[in-house]
Each structure stands twice: as C-alpha cells, then as structure tokens.
C-alpha cells in the first residue's frame, strides 16, 4: 500500500534563501541609514567648551604693541667727515644744548684751514699794499693839480691885465696875443689835469671797493672754513637724553652718518605698528587704551604713516589725559585700538571652531545639554573676545566653541558627562 509523502515546507534551501534575502534588506537599510542618517559621536564634557550667546555691548578692537618714545628726537649727524678722536660722554647722559659730545679729526679740513688763513692774510696785505700806493698816487696828482691851479691863476691875472692895457692902447697886439694864448693853454691843461685827477680818484675807489669786497669774500670763506673745523666738535643741538650713540675711539665716520640722537624729554608719545589689513580704517583721533598696573590709561591716534613695511604701517599716539608714573622710553605697552563706536550685539565667544568652520556653522546644544547638532549661523565682526552673531543664534542658546579637530563630518554630538 502507497505511503502518501507530506512535502516539507521549511526545507533547508528555502531556509537559506530566506536568510539571505533578510541579510540583505538589513545591509541595504544600513546603507540607507548610513547615507542619510545623522552620524553621531560621543565626546566627553570634560574636553569641549560650552560657551553661552548673550546679548552685550560689542565694539570692534584690535590689540597690537606700541613702544614708549620720547615727543620730540633730534637726530645727530656728523657735519663734517673725520677719525673719532675723542668721547666726552657715554650714550645715556643728560645734555645741556652746546655741550661736547664727540671731537672729530680731519687733518685734509684742518690743512685746508690753515691754507685759507694764509690766503686772507696775504689778500690783506696786498690791499694795503694797494691802498698805500693809490694814496701816494693821488697826492702826486693833488700836488699836480695844485701847480696848475696855481699856473692857471698866474696865467688868467696877467691875461686880464694885458687886456685891460691892450684895450688902453699901452701895449701892443702881440704882447697881448701872447698872454691870451698862455691863459688858454693853463685853461686846457687844468680841465685836463681836473679830469684826470676825477677819473683816478673813480678808479682808486673802485679798486679800494673790489679789494674790500674779495677780502669779505676771503674772510666769509675763511669763518667757513673755521665753522667747518669747530663742526668736527660734535655738540648737543638741544637739552635732553643722549640715546643711541654709535661712535668709538679710532672709527672713521664719513660726512652726514649718523651719529645718536637727542631726546627731549618734554614728554611720551607711543608708537605702534598695526597690520596692513587695518590702513583702510586707522586714522587720526581713533582712542585705545592700555592696562599699566591696576589703571586703565587712554591714547589717540595722533599721526598716521601710510608707508607699508614688511605688512605693516606705524601710527603715532598720544596720552590723553595724565601720562602714567615712571613710564620709560622703550617700554612696550599692550595697546587694544578701537576700529568702532560701541553697539549692542548678540555675541558668541572666540574659539578653535572657527578655524574649522569659517564661521558658517557651529554645534548647538540641545536644551537639555545631552546632545549638540549642527546649526547653520552668519558671523559679521569680530573683536579680541567675540564674534557678532547676524543669524542662526539667540541670546540664552549654548554652543560649542572649542576646536572641531576631530569631528570631521560628525552631524551630532552626544554630550556624556
């Protein structure tokens, strides 16, 4: 008699198949998952930085070091080129305007001193020479002159009295012919004689006038040539601190170097450099301030130098107010300049994060600080402490603002305590 065989119904071949099929589906939904899913991440509170938005006054500042200098520097230079002979003082000392400072040799400017001396010595003895013997010309002449003064006179009296006996008929025509003629010849020879002695005493005057006037010159050139000589002595121009002296026995310092500088200590100035990037909005009246000690002290731009070196520009600033008590030139001060007036802000701390994110997105945490997620946010300003929150945060939300170094592509935090 037949059996009648019952068919299986979960056979191990429709069993594998099964499982296969399930495999699948959950390695499909994995991968799902994985491509659209939020990847998480725990991370330990103890390693991150949870900061708090507020709302505050904001003010853009940027801080840079400035250097104490004196108001007012006299630089230094040597006048006149030379060997470095002597040091009446050490760099540091406090100078009186005039006194000595270095002394300077140049035996080229010292020969050529001695040879103008002789020069100008020599020009005034020839124009005594010169003057001598125009004086003795001219008394030849006035002595001259006078003998045809006097011939003329003779000559003009016995013209008038022959005349006077010609007209009377006492005398004759050729005896008075002769005296006329001799009255006429004395009368040439004085206007003559006259001329000559007025041309002579023009051209003696001239020639007095040209010798005085190249002996000033000589003498002129020669008061150079001394101040040139006195230069080589190197004096304070003004009373203040020596600084910066660069000169030893047996240095050669060639005309115009310098030399040091003399600092008026009438008062401070501080100057600071700032980086290029600020030029556009640093200019003259912006305040910064500085901390020395326990005291807050106020600055302004006084002066600004457009010149860019090695990325950066230099300003000048004054102290407003009193100037603090034993402050030095050199000193460095810490220096925060404000670029802006102060306005309120919602405000998120400085932090690593933004090395990462540029600004764009930040961690948020959750309300009840178990989890943090990615937020999209706008930053505007920043200053040493903050940046200015535009959009995607409120007062009162927390944020992570340490570094995101290792989180990569992370979408969520899990905060473990």
Avoid at 53 to 81: C, M, R, S, W
Avoid at 176 to 199: D, M, P, V, W
Wanted: net charge positive.
């Amino acid at each position: 008699m037949d059996r009648k065989i019952e068919k299986k119904t979960w056979n191990s071949k429709r069993i594998l198949t099964i499982c296969g099929v399930v495999v699948l589906l959950i390695v499909i939904i994995f991968a799902v998952r994985s491509g659209t899913g939020k990847s998480k991440l725990n991370e330990d509170a103890e390693r991150i930085t949870i900061s708090d938005v507020h709302k505050g006054p904001f003010q853009v500042t940027i801080p840079e070091n400035g250097t104490v200098q004196p108001l007012t520097t006299i630089y230094i230079d040597a006048a006149e080129g030379g060997r470095v002979e002597k040091k009446f003082v050490e760099d540091g000392a406090m100078m009186k305007k005039g006194d000595p400072i270095l002394k300077l040799s140049n035996t080229d400017l010292e020969l050529s001193l001695a040879n103008q001396e002789t020069a100008v010595f020599a020009e005034l003895t020839q124009m005594q020479i010169s003057h001598t013997a125009a004086m003795q010309s001219s008394i030849g002449k006035l002595n001259q002159m006078a003998d045809v003064d006097n011939a003329f006179k003779e000559a003009e009296r016995i013209y008038k009295v022959d005349k006077h006996m010609y007209d009377q008929k006492a005398i004759g025509l050729q005896e008075f012919k002769k005296a006329e003629n001799e009255y006429n010849y004395q009368l040439r020879r004085k206007k003559l004689t006259t001329q000559i002695l007025s041309q002579d005493t023009t051209m003696n005057r001239q020639q007095e006038q040209q010798a005085k006037e190249q002996y000033a010159h000589m003498k002129n050139t020669l008061q150079l040539m001394r101040k040139k000589v006195e230069d080589l002595t190197i004096r304070a121009p003004v009373d203040g601190q020596l600084t910066s002296l660069d000169a030893e026995i047996g240095q050669n310092k060639a005309k115009g170097g310098n030399l040091g500088q003399i600092d008026v200590i009438s008062g401070y100035k501080v100057r600071v450099d700032i980086d290029e990037h600020y030029l556009q909005q640093v200019y003259v009246g912006i305040p910064g301030t500085f901390i020395l000690g326990d005291k807050t002290y106020k600055l302004t731009v006084k002066k600004v130098y457009a010149q860019i070196t090695a990325g950066k520009f230099q300003v000048d600033m004054q102290f407003v107010g009193k100037v603090p008590e034993g402050i030095r030139r050199g000193q460095t001060l810490q220096i925060t300049l404000a670029l802006s007036d102060e306005t309120q802000a919602v405000l998120v701390p400085r932090g690593g994060f933004f090395n990462q994110t540029g600004g764009n997105w930040i961690f948020k945490l959750s309300p009840d600080g178990k989890t943090a997620y990615r937020t999209d946010i706008q930053l505007g300003r920043q200053n040493p402490d903050y940046y200015e929150v535009l959009q995607g945060l409120k007062p009162g939300d927390k944020v992570i603002t340490s570094s995101y170094d290792n989180y990569g592509d992370i979408q969520e935090l899990v905060i473990k305590k």
